[in-house]
């Protein structure tokens, strides 16, 4: 253990001068700019005030936030999009719970993030004396990240720190937590000691090489296929490996279907893009080749109706060994970064390869085409009230018009017929609910995107989703930010029309009717706008995306057009005294 930490008596220097000292506070700012970590998102308080305004004073971008699950939703999404953690601030005991949310999120997402969190003296805490927001915070954190460290002494920052890093990014990416008890921060030592006591991370998420023989065997594999289908997941786009991914698509000649954040790595309107054919790729396809996705529930665990009869094998590239095999055999497992894989099968597939044969792409082709020009007459419609197609109509123009654009997009109708419609042109700008598809991403991934990126924001909302992040309108009005933001208003969760016949009281999903989500945006100086169909929306979208001024727009939607959980809806559990 270092033991520079308790002196106050430092050494005189050899003139005679007071020495330089620092303290725990400007060791901890020391150490995340030495690593390039420059903004921070949080909530002040106790113990980590001072904190805020010393990082923002030593040139950090502190983004002060009105709830800690905000900031750290802020915080993961910027692990996704930069590949270094993003780092959340907060308070002890409830700020502390507040931010939890967002870690257990960023962990079960594989995005880097560092929960940072003042705490209340261990001597206290430990005797459970009752201290000012007491809990044993590193205990709690534990079960709900990657990796949880405590640092005690400010001679020990540098190395908290250091491995916090390493935790977060290397490997498969995830949460971490790093508790600062107050005591620390005002821990005083000598300058140049705490300056060597900092740790500049070296490699913090080192290339993992796949081994040759797995190259060849998911070659062998891919090779034998008649109807091969590439899956592309968020990790793929996490991988900032564009282009050898594309590259590896096209070379291939294999259809292939982005997970939801996978979407716009190749563009959803490639000649290969299989999205508009899902059921019939993941149907009919022989042969599977995951890249950063995990078979979850999102795909339906690789086995059941979704993915028919017919015999499949697997090829999983992934960086977390134990993913393989997790819900079904993997014949032909490939363990290491993705950048890495994809460079190895690539080279592997030599200047002759064989692109999948034209019968199946030809039928993949034909399939699309069609749900392609389905639907198509749908997104044209001018109807009033609007309903779901008619208002993502103009917004998929919008973002065609704006390919550079991020697009954030939470709900159930909204989210998942948004995913459905709004073809995305490139890598990373469609940020969603993740694998939880947890509500309340919304606002806290519109400022991240437009902090890290600088780039204009779209968040498509549901009237739900909305509302439990919906306070940070002032956050973004406070920073500025180039923020749109449409709330899809069909009065409640799933629809506005459901009816409690035994009680005065409101049915559980329903919400206030005819409510204004633009005056919120008013309230805080931004911009406001009630629209009712989709030419109001269209004029009003593009406003605020030329002008890049926060603007809230209220789109009126039909409350019976949507249904229950979307998409999803056979997940709900049926009761047997359920009335018709
Ligand atoms: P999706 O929800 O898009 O299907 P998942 O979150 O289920 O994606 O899967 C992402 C996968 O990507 C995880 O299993 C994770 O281990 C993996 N992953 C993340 N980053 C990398 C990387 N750089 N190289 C290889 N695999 C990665
Ligand atoms: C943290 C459960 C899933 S979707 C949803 C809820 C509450 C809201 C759907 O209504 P919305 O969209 O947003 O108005 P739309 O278009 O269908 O009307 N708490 C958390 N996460 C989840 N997923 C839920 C609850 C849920
Ligand atoms: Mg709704």
Same mark, same amino acid.
């Given at each position: 253990?270092?033991?520079?930490?308790?002196?106050?008596?430092?050494?005189?220097?050899?003139?005679?001068?007071?020495?330089?000292?620092?303290?725990?506070?400007?060791?901890?700012?020391?150490?995340?700019?030495?690593?390039?970590?420059?903004?921070?998102?949080?909530?002040?308080?106790?113990?980590?005030?001072?904190?805020?305004?010393?990082?923002?004073?030593?040139?950090?971008?502190?983004?002060?936030?009105?709830?800690?699950?905000?900031?750290?939703?802020?915080?993961?999404?910027?692990?996704?999009?930069?590949?270094?953690?993003?780092?959340?601030?907060?308070?002890?005991?409830?700020?502390?719970?507040?931010?939890?949310?967002?870690?257990?999120?960023?962990?079960?997402?594989?995005?880097?993030?560092?929960?940072?969190?003042?705490?209340?003296?261990?001597?206290?805490?430990?005797?459970?004396?009752?201290?000012?927001?007491?809990?044993?915070?590193?205990?709690?954190?534990?079960?709900?990240?990657?990796?949880?460290?405590?640092?005690?002494?400010?001679?020990?920052?540098?190395?908290?720190?250091?491995?916090?890093?390493?935790?977060?990014?290397?490997?498969?990416?995830?949460?971490?937590?790093?508790?600062?008890?107050?005591?620390?921060?005002?821990?005083?030592?000598?300058?140049?000691?705490?300056?060597?006591?900092?740790?500049?991370?070296?490699?913090?998420?080192?290339?993992?090489?796949?081994?040759?023989?797995?190259?060849?065997?998911?070659?062998?594999?891919?090779?034998?296929?008649?109807?091969?289908?590439?899956?592309?997941?968020?990790?793929?786009?996490?991988?900032?490996?564009?282009?050898?991914?594309?590259?590896?698509?096209?070379?291939?000649?294999?259809?292939?279907?982005?997970?939801?954040?996978?979407?716009?790595?190749?563009?959803?309107?490639?000649?290969?893009?299989?999205?508009?054919?899902?059921?019939?790729?993941?149907?009919?396809?022989?042969?599977?080749?995951?890249?950063?996705?995990?078979?979850?529930?999102?795909?339906?665990?690789?086995?059941?109706?979704?993915?028919?009869?017919?015999?499949?094998?697997?090829?999983?590239?992934?960086?977390?060994?134990?993913?393989?095999?997790?819900?079904?055999?993997?014949?032909?497992?490939?363990?290491?970064?993705?950048?890495?894989?994809?460079?190895?099968?690539?080279?592997?597939? %030599?200047?002759?390869? !064989? #692109?999948?044969?034209? *019968?199946?792409?030809? =039928? @993949?082709?034909? /399939?699309?085409?069609?749900?392609?020009?389905?639907?198509?007459?749908?997104?044209?419609?001018?109807?009033?009230?609007?309903?779901?197609?008619?208002?993502?109509?103009?917004?998929?123009?919008?973002?065609?018009?704006?390919?550079?654009?991020?697009?954030?997009?939470?709900?159930?109708?909204?989210?998942?017929?948004?995913?459905?419609?709004?073809?995305?042109?490139?890598?990373?700008?469609?940020?969603?609910?993740?694998?939880?598809?947890?509500?309340?991403?919304?606002?806290?991934?519109?400022?991240?995107?437009?902090?890290?990126?600088?780039?204009?924001?779209?968040?498509?909302?549901?009237?739900?989703?909305?509302?439990?992040?919906?306070?940070?309108?002032?956050?973004?009005?406070?920073?500025?930010?180039?923020?749109?933001?449409?709330?899809?208003?069909?009065?409640?969760?799933?629809? %506005?029309?459901?009816? !409690? #016949?035994?009680?005065? *009281?409101?049915?559980? =999903? @329903?919400?206030? /009717?005819?409510?204004?989500?633009?005056?919120?945006?008013?309230?805080?100086?931004?911009?406001?706008?009630?629209?009712?169909?989709?030419?109001?929306?269209?004029?009003?979208?593009?406003?605020?995306?030329?002008?890049?001024?926060?603007?809230?727009?209220?789109?009126?939607?039909?409350?019976?057009?949507?249904?229950?959980?979307?998409?999803?809806?056979?997940?709900?559990?049926?009761?047997?005294?359920?009335?018709?």
């Amino acid at each position: 253990m270092a033991q520079a930490t308790t002196l106050n008596e430092q050494p005189k220097t050899a003139g005679g001068d007071e020495p330089e000292l620092t303290d725990g506070f400007h060791l901890v700012i020391d150490a995340l700019k030495l690593n390039g970590l420059t903004t921070i998102y949080g909530v002040p308080g106790i113990p980590i005030t001072d904190f805020g305004r010393m990082a923002q004073a030593e040139g950090i971008r502190v983004l002060s936030f009105r709830h800690e699950q905000n900031a750290g939703y802020a915080a993961a999404i910027a692990g996704f999009l930069t590949k270094k953690p993003g780092i959340c601030l907060t308070v002890s005991a409830p700020g502390f719970l507040n931010g939890l949310t967002a870690l257990a999120h960023a962990t079960t997402n594989c995005y880097p993030m560092i929960l940072i969190s003042g705490s209340s003296e261990r001597e206290v805490v430990d005797l459970q004396q009752g201290d000012y927001e007491e809990m044993d915070q590193l205990a709690i954190a534990k079960s709900l990240c990657k990796a949880a460290f405590r640092v005690l002494h400010a001679a020990d920052i540098g190395i908290g720190v250091a491995r916090a890093i390493r935790a977060s990014v290397s490997g498969r990416p995830g949460g971490v937590y790093l508790d600062l008890p107050a005591k620390l921060f005002g821990q005083v030592m000598n300058a140049e000691a705490g300056r060597k006591s900092l740790v500049k991370v070296i490699d913090a998420a080192p290339a993992q090489i796949p081994a040759p023989s797995a190259i060849a065997r998911a070659l062998d594999v891919l090779k034998s296929a008649k109807r091969p289908l590439i899956i592309l997941g968020k990790g793929a786009a996490y991988a900032q490996a564009d282009e050898a991914i594309k590259a590896l698509v096209e070379k291939s000649g294999v259809p292939f279907l982005p997970m939801s954040m996978a979407k716009g790595l190749l563009p959803d309107t490639h000649p290969q893009c299989a999205g508009a054919a899902r059921s019939t790729v993941l149907k009919d396809s022989d042969v599977v080749m995951l890249i950063g996705a995990r078979l979850n529930w999102l795909l339906s665990h690789g086995k059941g109706k979704a993915w028919g009869d017919a015999p499949k094998k697997f090829i999983q590239i992934d960086i977390e060994p134990k993913e393989m095999d997790s819900n079904v055999e993997i014949v032909a497992p490939v363990v290491g970064d993705i950048g890495s894989c994809v460079a190895a099968l690539l080279d592997g597939m %030599g200047a002759k390869w !064989n #692109a999948a044969p034209a *019968d199946w792409t030809g =039928t @993949v082709a034909a /399939k699309r085409e069609e749900n392609v020009a389905k639907m198509a007459p749908r997104l044209m419609n001018n109807n009033n009230p609007m309903d779901y197609h008619g208002a993502l109509g103009v917004l998929r123009t919008v973002i065609k018009e704006r390919p550079d654009a991020i697009l954030v997009n939470e709900g159930a109708n909204t989210l998942d017929l948004t995913r459905g419609v709004i073809d995305m042109y490139k890598p990373r700008k469609r940020l969603d609910v993740g694998t939880w598809g947890v509500m309340g991403i919304g606002m806290g991934q519109c400022i991240a995107a437009a902090v890290e990126t600088g780039k204009p924001v779209l968040a498509i909302e549901g009237d739900s989703a909305f509302g439990f992040s919906g306070m940070e309108v002032e956050t973004i009005c406070r920073y500025e930010l180039p923020v749109c933001i449409v709330v899809f208003n069909n009065d409640g969760i799933y629809r %506005g029309t459901d009816v !409690n #016949a035994v009680s005065k *009281d409101p049915a559980p =999903t @329903v919400f206030v /009717k005819g409510a204004r989500y633009d005056k919120m945006m008013e309230a805080f100086g931004g911009v406001g706008v009630n629209a009712t169909t989709p030419d109001e929306l269209k004029r009003a979208v593009n406003a605020a995306m030329d002008s890049g001024r926060p603007t809230l727009i209220n789109a009126v939607l039909d409350p019976a057009a949507g249904s229950e959980s979307g998409r999803i809806g056979n997940l709900n559990p049926q009761s047997v005294l359920k009335k018709k």
